[in-house]
C-alpha cells in the first residue's frame, strides 16, 4: 500500500482550522449527538419561546428582542440579553433554548476574534455567515432528540458589500436566508411579520426610510403586539420599567440604546 | 558525543552565537506607555512585527518568519481557548509567558538536534490602570525579563533589538525621554525616535552612544520616508473589550514633528 501523500496542511496545526474545531481538537466543544434509540427521536417541537426582529432603516439595522425567558408556562426571567454583539459590526439575536443559544453565540464571537487574529484580516460576511450555518448544523442532534432548538437572526454591516447593511434569517437545521427589508423569529413572530409587511407596503414610510425614532416605535409596537397574543413574550413590562434591547448597527458600529431613549419614544408614540 | 557534558555545553554556546548572528539585523521594535495606554513602533519592509494576541495582549517580534508565525499562533490559540472556557478576566500575560511560551522556547533551544525558534518576543498587556500593565520579553532560549536590560525596575517601556547593544542604547534614550503621561502624538514621536536610536545602534557603522537629537531626527526622517511604518495601540479606556487597534499611516504621519 502506498502512502497517501502529505497534505499540505498537515503541517500546520493553526492556520487552516476554525476555531470550533480547534475546539473539538482540545475536548471543549462536541458535535451533538444525533438521536439514539435510547434517546428516542422527538417530533419537533415548536420551543423558541420569545420574539425577536429585525429590519433595515434610514440609520443601519435595527435588531431588538423582548426580554422574558420561560421555562414551560413559567416566566423564569424577565432581563435575558438575546440580543448579542458578535463582533463590531455584527449582531446576532436569538430565539430557542437559551443555554444552547447563549453558547453558540459565544462560539461564533470566539470563532471572528480568532480568525482576525489568526488570518490577520476580518472574516468575510459570506464567512461569518457560513460558520453561524455550521455552528446550528453541529447542533441539529440535539434537535432532533428534542432539546437545544435555536433559531437566530444574524445582522451585519460591510462598507465593501453592496448593499452595506446586511440581514439573514436560519432555520434550525442552518439554512440561511437573506432578507432585503425584515426578518423575525421566535413564537411570537408571526404577528411581528404581519405588522412589518404592512408597514413596509401601506405605512406612511418604508422602513428603509425610516429615521431612527420612527423605527424605535415600529419596533416597540411590533413587540407589544406580540406580547398581547403570545404568553411567552415579555414585551413592555409598563409597571417594572423594563423594555425590550434595541441594538442598531451601522458604519460606525453597534450601539445599544439606552433605556431612557426607549422610555421616551415609548411614552410618545406606542403607550 | 553530545552525551558528554562538555560537548553539550559548547554545542549551546554554538547555537546561541548562531541565533545572535541571525537576529542581529532585525529591525527593532519600541513600546511605551502614554496617557491612554501602550504604543508599539517599529519601521520595515513589507513584512508584519506588530500582532494582536488577545482583547488585552499585543505581541512584537523579530528572528525567522517561519517561527515567529508558529509562536504567534501558539499564544492566540492559548489565550482563545483561556478566554473561551473561563473568561477574558483570566487569560494573563504573566501565565501565558511562564508556563506555556517559556518552556516551550526553552527545550528547543537546548534539545540540539532539534531546531530552535529564531525569535525574540516583546509583550505587553494593558491592565486597568497604568500600574497594572506588563511588560515582558521572551528570548529565543526562554528567558523571560519584565524588567529592562539596564535593570531599571517597573518602567512604563520595553524595548526589541537584534543585539544587545541596540537594546540598551534604546532604553538609555527611553529612561530619558519617556514621559508616563504623554499624549500619543507625542508618543508616537518618542517611540520613533527610540526605534532610531536602536537602528543606529546596529551595523558596521553603529554609534555605541546616545547619537545626539538632531542626528537622531535626521536619520529619523530618513527612514521614515523610505520604510514601511507599522503602529499599534493597546488602548485602557475603551468601550469594547477589545484593546488592540493599528494605526493608520496617516494617524502616525500627522503626528511626527519635524
Given at each position: ?105 459565544r ?16 472574516m ?41 447593511a ?7 437545521m ?12 421566535g ?17 406612511a ?41 434595541i ?16 422610555a ?8 | ?31 511605551v506607555?502614554y ?38 499562533l ?18 494573563s ?83 530619558k ?21 536602536g ?60
Amino acid at each position: 500500500m502506498d502512502k497517501p501523500p502529505l497534505a499540505l496542511d498537515q503541517n500546520f496545526s493553526g492556520a487552516s482550522e476554525d476555531f470550533p474545531a480547534l475546539l473539538r481538537r482540545k475536548g471543549m466543544l462536541q458535535i451533538a449527538p444525533e438521536p439514539t434509540a435510547a434517546t428516542g427521536t422527538h417530533p419537533f417541537v415548536q420551543t423558541e419561546s420569545t420574539t425577536i426582529l429585525a429590519f433595515k432603516f434610514a440609520g443601519g439595522v435595527l435588531v431588538a428582542g423582548d426580554r422574558r425567558a420561560t421555562a414551560g408556562n413559567t416566566v423564569v426571567y424577565d432581563r435575558a440579553d438575546k440580543v448579542l454583539e458578535i463582533d463590531r459590526h455584527s449582531i446576532m439575536a436569538i430565539a430557542g433554548v437559551p443555554a444552547t443559544a447563549w453558547e453558540m453565540a459565544r462560539v461564533l464571537e470566539h470563532s471572528l476574534q480568532y480568525f482576525r487574529r489568526t488570518q490577520l484580516q476580518e472574516m468575510s460576511v459570506d464567512g461569518k455567515v457560513r460558520a453561524l450555518s455550521k455552528l446550528l448544523r453541529d447542533n441539529f442532534g440535539f434537535v432532533m432528540q428534542g432539546v437545544g432548538v435555536v433559531v437566530p437572526i444574524f445582522a451585519t454591516y460591510d462598507g465593501n458589500s453592496k448593499p452595506e447593511a446586511r440581514l439573514y434569517f436560519y432555520d434550525a437545521m442552518g439554512a440561511q436566508f437573506e432578507v432585503t427589508d425584515y426578518a423575525a423569529t421566535g413564537s411570537g413572530s408571526p404577528a411581528v411579520r404581519g405588522i412589518l409587511y404592512y408597514e413596509n407596503n401601506w405605512g406612511a414610510k418604508k422602513l428603509q426610510e425610516l429615521g431612527e425614532e420612527e423605527a424605535v416605535a415600529i419596533a416597540l409596537r411590533a413587540l407589544d403586539t406580540a406580547a398581547e397574543a403570545d404568553t411567552s413574550t415579555g414585551g413592555v413590562d409598563r409597571g417594572g420599567k423594563i423594555f425590550p434591547l434595541i441594538k442598531i448597527v451601522s458604519r460606525e458600529g453597534i450601539t445599544t440604546l439606552p433605556d431612557e431613549k426607549i422610555a421616551g419614544v415609548f411614552k410618545q408614540k406606542v403607550a | 558525543m553530545i552525551e558528554e557534558p562538555y560537548r553539550w555545553v559548547e554545542a549551546i554556546a554554538n547555537r546561541r552565537e548562531y541565533i545572535e548572528t541571525q537576529l542581529a539585523a532585525g529591525s527593532p521594535i519600541a513600546a511605551v506607555g502614554y496617557r491612554d495606554g501602550i504604543l508599539f513602533v517599529t519601521l520595515g519592509r513589507a513584512r508584519q512585527k506588530i500582532f494582536e494576541i488577545y482583547d488585552r495582549i499585543a505581541m512584537g517580534a523579530i528572528g525567522h518568519p517561519g517561527d515567529i508565525e508558529r509562536l504567534r499562533l501558539a499564544a492566540i490559540e492559548l489565550a482563545s481557548t483561556e478566554g473561551f472556557t473561563r473568561s477574558a478576566a483570566d487569560v494573563s500575560l504573566r501565565r501565558l509567558a511562564h508556563y506555556s511560551l517559556s518552556p516551550v522556547m526553552k527545550s528547543a533551544f537546548e534539545q540540539v538536534y532539534g531546531a530552535p525558534f529564531l525569535a525574540r518576543l516583546l509583550f505587553a498587556e494593558i491592565g486597568s490602570s497604568p500600574k497594572e500593565d506588563l511588560f515582558l520579553r521572551i528570548d529565543y532560549d526562554g528567558a523571560i525579563a519584565a524588567d529592562g536590560l539596564t535593570g531599571q525596575p517597573r518602567q512604563r517601556f520595553a524595548v526589541l533589538g537584534g543585539t544587545r547593544q541596540s537594546a540598551e542604547l534604546m532604553e538609555k534614550f527611553l529612561q530619558k525621554e519617556h514621559v508616563t503621561a504623554a499624549a500619543l502624538p507625542d508618543a508616537i514621536n518618542v517611540a520613533f525616535d527610540a526605534w532610531s536610536v536602536g537602528r543606529m545602534a546596529m551595523g558596521e557603522d553603529a554609534t555605541k552612544e546616545l547619537p545626539k537629537r538632531d542626528a537622531i531626527r535626521k536619520y529619523r526622517d530618513e527612514q521614515l520616508a523610505n520604510a514601511g511604518m507599522e503602529a499599534a495601540v493597546l488602548e485602557r479606556d475603551r468601550k469594547s473589550a477589545i484593546r488592540y487597534r493599528t494605526l493608520a499611516d496617516e494617524e502616525v504621519r500627522s503626528a511626527l514633528q519635524k
